[in-house]
């Protein structure tokens, strides 16, 4: 069973998983888990193989994850309108779920989250402010465990920096990272300190500079050492705008990164990449 090592390297401090056991064999919980973690290595169109066939599925639960889950992959590229879709479909699938709860928030409660987190996260994207703070409303109310309060704060604070209240997104981000770190995800702790660090620059808080500086350094070496390349290229971009003097560095490191995404991925995150205004075209 590699349920255990999965786990570890999708929602705790594994670095790395053995390749073996991300190669799609076992339970349907097994391949969820496999698709999250080549995910968030930019790996995906192995991921997408993995979910299209869950979410096609008898299994509600793990059908309603899987669709949240190759969602957050479509939005990692930029793609909120087709994430929305699928967003859409997680929640239709959790909506009349009732199980027990998983640590991790792999059950009904925490797949109603993530698809409402999701479709937050979508319609933010898209100019749609007031529906964004509704939907991630309503996911704060599933009372899902850590991971929707890491992942809700993500949204909290870009809702408010959206909004144009880079103060009220601080919040926010502090939660998430301070629950991330709590927890001993190591994942969910590089995704949160890039957004601590957005935020605390936008709020120009005291020692925000240096402060954003460290998390974004943090950031890109552990996004380095464990392959999160679907992160680094991110944590690159924002050093651009800390680290003036080395923008250029930055703006490379970007750009090889996103070529090797976008060479893992599937068909469709090409093209949503290729058409959405958020992702920098390598070379371009």
């Known amino acids: 069973m590699h349920e255990p090592a999965l786990r570890a390297a999708a929602f705790g401090s594994a670095p790395l998983p053995d390749p073996a056991v991300t190669r799609g064999g076992g339970s349907p919980r097994e391949r969820l888990l496999a698709a999250v973690v080549l995910g968030a290595q930019g790996r995906y169109a192995a991921a997408a193989t993995l979910l299209d066939g869950l979410r096609n599925g008898t299994d509600p639960l793990e059908a309603s994850l899987a669709a949240s889950t190759l969602a957050a992959h479509r939005r990692q590229l930029g793609g909120h309108r087709h994430a929305r879709a699928l967003d859409g479909e997680a929640f239709a699938k959790a909506a009349g779920l009732e199980t027990g709860r998983d640590p991790d928030g792999l059950d009904a409660a925490g797949a109603r989250a993530d698809a409402l987190l999701g479709l937050a996260a979508d319609n933010l994207a898209l100019g749609r402010l007031s529906a964004a703070r509704r939907l991630a409303a309503r996911a704060a109310a599933q009372d899902a465990g850590w991971r929707a309060r890491v992942r809700g704060g993500w949204v909290g604070a870009e809702i408010e920096l959206a909004a144009g209240q880079g103060a009220a997104a601080v919040p926010h981000a502090e939660r998430s990272f ?7 995800a190591r994942r969910h702790s590089v995704k949160s300190g890039i957004v ?3 935020a605390l620059r936008v709020a120009e808080a005291p020692d925000h500079r240096k402060i954003s500086d460290d998390l974004v350094g943090n ?18 971009l924002v050093a651009v705008d800390l680290r003036p003097g080395h923008a250029e560095e930055y703006r490379f490191r970007v750009a090889q990164v996103l070529h090797a995404v976008l060479r893992s991925a599937d068909p469709c995150g090409r093209r949503v990449a290729g058409e959405s205004p958020w992702v920098p075209v390598p070379g371009g």
């Open 178 to 184: 301070e629950t991330a770190l709590a927890r001993g």
């Open 196 to 198: 601590l660090a957005v």
């Open 219 to 236: 950031a890109m070496a552990a996004a380095e050492e464990c392959e999160l390349l679907s992160l680094l290229w991110p944590a690159a």
